[in-house]
């Protein structure tokens, strides 16, 4: 315990004690920001792939529509009465509100 003392004393630790707030700044920017936006992304991604014919969804672009036909990249959807248009999955941004 007293070579510890004596390493920080000694100015041996002065890497290790200047490093020390960027490892704080790192970690409190990884749990404000980087964490909530990855569970925010992957809460997105999970509704896309749950989205089903008929449902209203929003897009990226402002579009609003209603799900006619699901494809492996992309929806057909409803825009207005009788357009109908193709859009990318990363397009939707959410379901309608109610």
Do not use: C, H, W
Not at 2 to 22: A, E, H, R, V
Not at 46 to 70: F, H, P, Q, R
């Amino acid at each position: 315990m007293t070579n510890l003392f004596l390493f920080f004393q000694d100015g041996g630790g002065g890497l290790l004690i200047s490093l020390l707030p960027f490892v704080l700044i790192f970690a409190i920017f990884y749990f404000l920001v980087i964490l909530p936006q990855k569970r925010q992304r992957q809460q997105l991604q999970e509704m896309i792939a749950g989205l089903k014919i008929n449902d209203d969804v929003v897009t990226n672009g402002g579009v609003i529509g209603k799900i006619k036909e699901v494809r492996e990249n992309s929806f057909v959807i409803l825009s207005a009465e009788k357009t109908l248009i193709e859009i990318g999955k990363s397009a939707v941004v959410g379901k309608k509100a109610e």
